[in-house]
């Protein structure tokens, strides 16, 4: 069993910055791809980001590449999620997601261990 837990979220004005980390329990962290999904109210959950077991391969949504940054330290069981240029529509419940596998994927029922979440909001 893998729990996850996120932190590092917040208040910042458009065009800001915040970095999420997830810090996940268990050894066999560093076996598990890893994800950052958001879920804004009134939607479904959506792919932001995600990382190989080895940190060597990453994938992003569209609408956050360029902006966005996933990382992940192994040594520290911790994946982060750099977010920069934020924008309005960036606003959600961010969730760190673990996978039973080497590689990421962009699919929600891909993912087996979910975090609680961590709100961001944009102001404009």
């Known amino acids: 069993q893998v729990q996850l837990v996120e932190s590092g979220g917040g208040l910042v004005q458009a065009g800001g910055s915040l970095r999420l980390s997830c810090a996940a329990s268990?050894?066999?962290?560093?076996?598990?791809?890893m994800g950052w999904f958001r879920q804004a109210p009134g939607k479904e959950r959506e792919f932001v980001a995600a990382?190989?077991?080895?940190?060597?391969?990453?994938y992003y949504a569209d609408s956050v590449k360029g902006r966005f940054t996933i990382s992940r330290d192994n040594a520290k069981n911790t994946v982060y999620l750099q977010m920069n240029s934020l924008k309005p529509e960036d606003t959600a419940v961010y969730y760190c997601?673990?996978?039973?596998?080497?590689?990421?994927?962009?699919?929600?029922?891909?993912?087996?261990?979910w975090g609680q979440g961590t709100q961001v909001t944009v102001s404009s």
């Open positions: 997601a673990g996978r039973r596998d080497y590689s990421g994927s962009y699919y929600v029922e891909a993912y087996d261990y």
């Open positions: 268990g050894r066999t962290f560093s076996s598990y791809a």
């Open positions: 990382v190989s077991w080895r940190g060597t391969t990453t």
